[in-house]
Each structure stands twice: as structure tokens, then as C-alpha cells.
């Protein structure tokens, strides 16, 4: 199988102004799928259990997860932040699921720090196995070193990067193919949302990031919602704007799959949470747990955020 190569992508997408460009690609995606999908319900990725969804038996283990970007600087700052994360699990912490998607090469020593608290994930990968990519890290590598979780379609990747859906799906399906397991991103912008496309967008991004991935894989996919709009900007969606598009999410993965699919799925909401936002954000019968920037990157606001109280 071939997939969209990462290497071939020249500097321009590293522009700031390709987040118009992504956004008007989207909208027009979005606007001729919206006729075909119809109504929503919610979704969600597993990797444990409890957590009920909305008249549902089906229990969904919390996933609360930090994404630490382009930071910390140095080696021995990723270390003592991962352990000061990890000093922060304790015999009180929600039972719950708990990864941080660190620089790859911050990879081995954060797992050092941690030990068997917390799974250290990577921010992205490579589709292909090998060959002429500089740059690139592939599935294979991160699995080597014990890495079972990486992220795909972060929206700084798709915009700043040009990571197109395409793209993103090769990158779901080699992580599929070795067995580890994906966090998909997704997401809108705030004139999207405005417009009433949320929805339509994240069922583009889903249709296409998860197109090839079979029913007994899904086990091994979760869910990041992530509204571009509030990303590293403090806003925050409010829970029930949250919930709505998570239920929406469920629903179109039901369409894809079928309704115990759905069920099982977690989903996560990102953008700017806080100590402050997450409790209630966590209440909400579809959100299974968070994806945390900023914040991830302050061991005592993660630390009350892995802590959180619903």
C-alpha cells in the first residue's frame, strides 16, 4: 500500500496562512457532506474501562492524556516534568487511562521518569516502514522502544505541516498494521462552528482519518475533539457545546461501524482545559477525557487535571 509521504511536503506549509486556505478546503468538504449525513449522536475511543454513556450500560475507562508540543527545551527538563507528573498519581487518582505524547527524542528518558504510572506516546509518525524520508520517524522505530500510542491529524500538523486526510488515514493504518494504537484528532474553526459546520467537519475528518480501519481495530483507536479555536487561546468550549459535538461524533461512528462500536469508542475533548474546566467537562456523558496542551506542560495544573472530579 502507498501512502502520502511526509518529506516531499516543501517549507510553505510551515506558514501561518495555510490555516486559510486548510479551512476553506474543509468547508467546502463539509458542506457537500452535510446532505449525506444527516443527524448526529456521539463518539469515543477504549483502552480500559468505566464510564457510561447516555442511557447506556457500556462503560468507557477515562483517558486523560498531555500533548507537550515543542517543549520542554532540554533533556533534564522533560525528565523532571514527567516525574513531577507522575509524583502526582496516587492511590486517590481517578481510575483512569493516563499518556503524555512528548518530542521524540524525549521519548526514553520521560519513560524512565515515569515507569509504570503514565504511557509516554508520540507526537506523530511517519507512514512509511523505511527508505529515503529524512527526517522522518516511522511506526516501527517508536515501537521498538516501547512507544504504543501516537498521535495523527493534530490540527497544527494538518495546517502548519500540510498533513492532508489522506495522509493522516496512512498514518492511522500503519499504526493499525503493527498492532499500537492512535489518538485521531479532529476538529473545526471558529467560523465553522459559527456556521453550524462542526459537525460536518468532524464527520469528514473521521470518514476519512478512520476509511480502512476495521471494527475489531477500532478497540485500538481513541478520539481527540479538538476545536481549533480554542487551542492555546484560554477559550474554552462549554460543556454542553462539547458534549453536543461528542454525541455527534458517537453517531457518525455508529454510522461507520455499528452502534457497540460507538459505544466503546473514547472520546476526548482538547483546546485550552484547564484545572479549572476540567471537572465539568469531564461530567458530560460523552466526553471520556481530555488532551491537554498548555497545561501539560505545568505539573501542578496536570496534576489536578489527572485528578479531576466528576
Known sequence: ESHPRICLYPLRHFVHNNYNTYFNTMKIAALSLLSVLGSAAAFAPSFGVPRTSTGLDMARKPFISGNWKLNPQTRDDAIALAGEIADAVGPDTPDADIALFVPY???EAAMGSVGDKLKIGAEGVCPEIKGAFTGAVSASMLQSIGVQWALAGH???RVLFGE?????NGQCLKL?????????????SESEY????????CAVQ????????SKEDMSRVAIAYEPVWAIGTGK???PETAQSVHATCRSIVADMYDQETADAVRILYGGSVTPESVDELMSQPDIDGALVGGASLDS???????NFQA
Open 105 to 107: 527524542v524525549f521519548i
Open 155 to 157: 490540527s497544527e500538523r
Open 164 to 168: 492532508t486526510d489522506e495522509y493522516i
Open 176 to 188: 493499525m498494521e503493527l498492532g499500537m494504537s492512535v489518538m485521531l484528532c479532529i476538529g473545526e
Open 194 to 201: 459559527e456556521q453550524n459546520l462542526a459537525g460536518a467537519v
Open 206 to 213: 473521521l470518514k476519512k482519518g478512520l476509511a480502512g480501519i
Open 236 to 238: 474554552v468550549a462549554t
Open 300 to 306: 501542578t495544573k496536570f496534576a489536578r487535571i489527572i
